[in-house]
């Protein structure tokens, strides 16, 4: 009987631990000039690669802002519901080989995102190779 209240505890440690090291969830993004909390994106995966969609604009005055500089089927689009994160497959402690959006300028950036720690992930978007972008720091949201 002991031993299967060990393995069971042990099951379920494991499975919060395995939750608390995914990329899968909801993140915190932040403007990364004036360092305010902007958007909550859910990443989520499908077929095996990593997908992010905002789901909840944080600045009440933003909140019906469209994806006017866009191209395809982004194009004023809201940016409520928009998929910014798309395709990212994972490669060893992080996800690459995908592409972020930025609805500020309509702008499709190479990407790779990798956690620091539980509850911080980095995110990079680039041009060519990984030195010519810039990282951003997105908090989980509990």
Do not use: H
């Amino acid at each position: 009987m002991k031993l299967k209240l060990i393995l069971l505890s042990a099951f379920f440690i494991s499975i919060l631990t395995a939750n608390a090291q995914s990329v899968i969830g909801k993140w915190k993004t932040f403007d990364d000039e004036t360092k305010e909390a902007k958007s909550i994106v859910e990443i989520t995966e499908r077929g095996g690669k990593i997908y992010g969609k905002v789901i909840e604009i944080l600045n009440p005055a933003k909140k019906d802002i469209k994806c006017k500089d866009c191209s395809g089927a982004d194009k004023d689009k809201p940016v409520l519901g928009l998929e910014i994160l798309k395709g990212l497959s994972k490669d060893g402690k992080e996800y690459s080989d995908g592409k972020i959006l930025d609805p500020s300028n309509g702008k499709l950036y190479k990407c790779t995102v990798s956690l620091d720690g539980n509850d911080k992930l980095k995110v990079r978007g680039y041009v060519g190779i990984s030195a010519f972008g810039r990282t951003q720091v997105w908090t989980r949201v509990k």
